[in-house]
């Protein structure tokens, strides 16, 4: 006796940096989630990392959330097609063409639809976000405009505010967790530098394990500190002026 287990290859899906993932945005995969399945769609969230910002402006975006704890946030969200798009300066010259072609090439997927916000842009090229809807159009994919507004960008603009200045006390009201990243052998974390006050966890979501720590970022790296077996994820609370 055989099984053959049906797999659901119509595919919507949304892309973004997601950093922070603000409150609008937990409320947009949520609608995500309820839409695909009442559509019968498989619903996927593309992230691409890091920020293709980066590359204009010398790494000025740093990460809120790393990219580790953007995924396990996802699953948290009941969210589990998380594809990672890495980003290089190369990509900067890219055309939306060129990104379809590039996700088909490395996952085999063909969109049935994709949501993306009014100002977005999906590589370079010479006509930016116009160039989304004719791709879209020749290639019989469901596109959806996610308009933005005034008010739902003031959360994003004050948060840029608050977390230059590392304020995350402010930042952590606004997002509902404070800046969170899973260690690495390498110890490189795309933070500012500085002394910090924070915590050690076992899970970056789940306070009941934790444990006290000061930490040193300089030059985009983590200097070596102590921790039990476990505690695999950094949490800062306040900077140590």
């Known amino acids: 006796m055989k099984f053959h287990k049906s797999i659901n290859n119509n595919i919507i899906a949304v892309a973004g940096t997601w950093d922070p993932v603000l409150p609008r945005y937990k409320t947009l995969f949520t609608e995500l989630l309820r839409y695909s399945k009442k559509h019968g769609l498989n619903p996927y969230v593309f992230i691409f990392y890091p920020n293709p910002l980066n ?16 995924i396990e946030l996802f699953k948290h969200l009941g969210i589990n097609n998380v594809i990672v798009l890495d980003f290089d300066r190369v990509d900067l010259k890219q055309t939306s063409g060129d990104f379809f072609n590039a996700l088909f090439a490395a996952t085999g997927i063909v969109l049935d639809e994709l949501w993306i916000g009014e100002n977005q842009s999906l590589g370079g090229g010479p006509d930016g976000f116009l160039a989304i809807r004719t791709e879209c159009a020749g290639r019989n994919i469901k596109l959806r405009i996610l308009k933005n507004s005034f008010l739902v960008n003031l959360d994003k ?21 404070f800046p969170t990243y899973k260690l690495k052998e390498s110890r490189q974390i795309n933070m500012h530098d500085g002394l910090y006050n924070a915590v050690l966890r076992t899970s970056p979501f789940d306070k009941a394990n934790e444990m006290a720590v000061a930490v040193e970022i300089m030059d985009g790296r983590l200097k070596e500190i102590e921790r039990g077996d476990g505690y695999d994820w950094l949490v800062l609370l306040k900077i140590d002026a």
Do not use: M, W
Request: aromatic residues 22%; charged residues 30%.
């Open 55 to 70: 590359y204009l402006h010398e790494n000025r975006y740093k990460d809120y959330f790393d990219i580790d704890t953007r």
């Open 157 to 177: 603009d004050e948060f840029n505010i608050n977390f230059r200045q590392c304020n995350f006390e402010r930042t952590s009201a606004i997002v509902g967790y």
